[in-house]
Structures are given as structure tokens and as C-alpha cells.
């Protein structure tokens, strides 16, 4: 599968600790994306990643990318009780900028 | 902030009839996608469509499915002769270029009875 897979598929942590939240891939990529759902509702854009990046930044949010591995991690840090979602890296492949593909998720749970 | 409108939130249809899922991507991206999501499985890509026409389908999207872009502002899904198994929701996803990650729609409930 060319397919991101996600890891942990589940992860509950105390409110105020840090998350991370992996995604591993097969194909050489365009760039990496990480969404967050809500039980339900659609799906938010959180930070994009090119290839010929290494990390990014965005608020509580940290993205890594390892081309080499076929990896990226996400760090939230600080969290918070609405941090609770399901998150999804999804992969843009290379030459191949007509669709994302999602992974299937990690759940995350923000205990308070 | 720009938004992705998806019309109806939620469509109950008996088996066999026909739906047209609507959305009205924002207005000056150039891309545009259907996903599914059957309840509790990862989110499928179904169809991208660029430049007035079908850019890349999935396997899934065979010839019960069809898209269109009637009039330059809504993008809509069609399901003929829907089965149980098209339950899902649906979300539609417009982007500027896939260089700076898409935006979704709230979705459509689409429920097969």
C-alpha cells in the first residue's frame, strides 16, 4: 500500500503532556500533510511539509520529516482537552500532485 | 476564513435511487476532490477533477459515480442506483495547488436504507 500508516493507532495522555504521533510511508513523496477530525466532522488542514524539508513549525504543533526513513513525526505540545481527535498524515506522492492519500489515523485522547 | 460548503449535511435514500451530494468549493482553488469515509475506516479518495474534467479516479469511483461542475461555483457528486454499502460520508475538498493542503467540507451523511 502507498499509503501513510500511522502510529500509535491510539493514545491517551494527561492534559498538559505532549503527544507525538508518527506516520511512515512507502513511495517517494511531494510533500506530507497532518489533518485533524473531530468524532464526525470533516477533516482540518494542520501543517504541510515538502520534501526538501526537515521540520516545521506552527503554534503547539511540530512536524519532522525523514525522507530517508519514510517518516514524519507530529509533536503536539502543551495539550489540551480539545486536542482530543483523530489525526491523519496524508502523503502527496512524487510527480503525482492529483491526490492525497490518508493514513488511517491515530486516535488521540486528552484525559483531564 | 474561506469555507468548503457541503449541502445536505445528511441524505437518507432507499436502495436503488439516485443522489446528488453538492458542494461549493472556495472560489479562486483550481483543484477539486471527493473522499469517503465509511463510519470508523480511514478516509477514502474517491475523484480529483482540475481544468473542467476528471484528473485522476479511484477504483472505487466506477460508473455509479460521476462528478460535475455545472456552473463554475458548485461541484457535485452523483450516485446512481445507490447500494448499503455507499453509507458514508462524504466530504468534498477544494485546494489552490496540492502545495498548500486541502480544504475540507463538514461532509454529507449519506445513509442507505
Known amino acids: 500500500s502507498q499509503q501513510g500508516e500511522e502510529d500509535p493507532q491510539a493514545l491517551s495522555i494527561q492534559e498538559g503532556e505532549n503527544a507525538t504521533m508518527n506516520c511512515s510511508y512507502k513511495t517517494s513523496i511531494n510533500n506530507l500533510q497532518w489533518y485533524r477530525q473531530n468524532s464526525g466532522r470533516g477533516l482540518v488542514h494542520l501543517i504541510l511539509i515538502r520534501s526538501n524539508e526537515r521540520e516545521k513549525h506552527s503554534g503547539r504543533l511540530r512536524v519532522t520529516l525523514d525522507t530517508s526513513k519514510k517518516s514524519s513525526s507530529l509533536l503536539i505540545t502543551a495539550s489540551r482537552a480539545a486536542d482530543t481527535a483523530s489525526y491523519f498524515c496524508?502523503?502527496?506522492?512524487?510527480?503525482?500532485?492529483?491526490?492525497?492519500?490518508f493514513g488511517k489515523g491515530t486516535r488521540l485522547h486528552i484525559l483531564p | 476564513e474561506p469555507e468548503v460548503t457541503q449541502t445536505p449535511s445528511h441524505q437518507v435514500t432507499q436502495m436503488g435511487q439516485e443522489v446528488i451530494l453538492r458542494c461549493v468549493p472556495i472560489?479562486?482553488?483550481?483543484?477539486f476532490y471527493w473522499y469517503r469515509q465509511i463510519l470508523g475506516q480511514k478516509v477514502e479518495f474517491l475523484v480529483s477533477?482540475?481544468?473542467?474534467?476528471?484528473?485522476?479516479k479511484s477504483e472505487i469511483f466506477d460508473d455509479q459515480f460521476s462528478v460535475e461542475r455545472p456552473d463554475g461555483s458548485n461541484f457535485t457528486l452523483k450516485i446512481r442506483s445507490t447500494k448499503l454499502e455507499d453509507s458514508a460520508m462524504y466530504f468534498c475538498?477544494?485546494?489552490?495547488?496540492?502545495?498548500?493542503?486541502?480544504?475540507f467540507g463538514s461532509g454529507t451523511r449519506l445513509t442507505v436504507v
Open positions: 496524508a502523503t502527496v506522492f512524487m510527480n503525482r500532485d492529483d491526490k492525497i492519500i
Open positions: 472560489s479562486n482553488h483550481l483543484y
Open positions: 475538498a477544494s485546494s489552490h495547488t496540492s502545495d498548500y493542503g486541502y480544504t
Open positions: 477533477f482540475y481544468n473542467n474534467e476528471i484528473s485522476e
